[in-house]
């Protein structure tokens, strides 16, 4: 079993920044991959960025640029520097860690911080 635990959302003017935190506890030591997703309303929700167990990273064509996915892996913690934020940015940001053993996959997700970009 694996809980994640964001922080860091918040309302912030466009152009702004804010920096996301996802705390991981519980069986951490099998997590490999996390990554950061976001739903607007109305809206399916799509991935962010993701970052490997190994350090590499990806990024959604709207995050290149301006987002920078990062882990410490001695805190167990996931983060999302975020800036020159725009109104479209507006979601609830959720965390997603890829839990692996031998004998089970499983995807693990944060309750969600919500993220306004006021215009």
């Known amino acids: 079993q694996v809980q994640l635990v964001e922080s860091g959302g918040g309302l912030v003017q466009a152009g702004g920044s804010l920096r996301l935190s996802c705390a991981a506890s519980?069986?951490?030591?099998?997590?490999?991959?996390m990554g950061w997703y976001r739903q607007a309303p109305g809206k399916q929700r799509e991935l962010v960025a993701g970052?490997?167990?190994?350090?590499?990273?990806n990024y959604a064509d709207s995050a290149k640029g301006r987002f920078t996915i990062s882990r410490d892996n001695a805190a167990n913690t996931v983060y999302l520097q975020m800036n020159s934020l725009k109104p479209e940015d507006t979601a609830v940001y959720y965390c997603?860690?890829?839990?692996?053993?031998?004998?089970?996959?499983?995807?693990?997700w944060g309750q969600g911080t919500q993220v306004t970009v006021s215009s």
């Open positions: 997603k860690a890829d839990y692996r053993t031998l004998w089970l996959r499983k995807d693990y």
């Open positions: 519980g069986s951490t030591s099998s997590i490999n991959a």
């Open positions: 970052i490997s167990g190994a350090g590499a990273t």
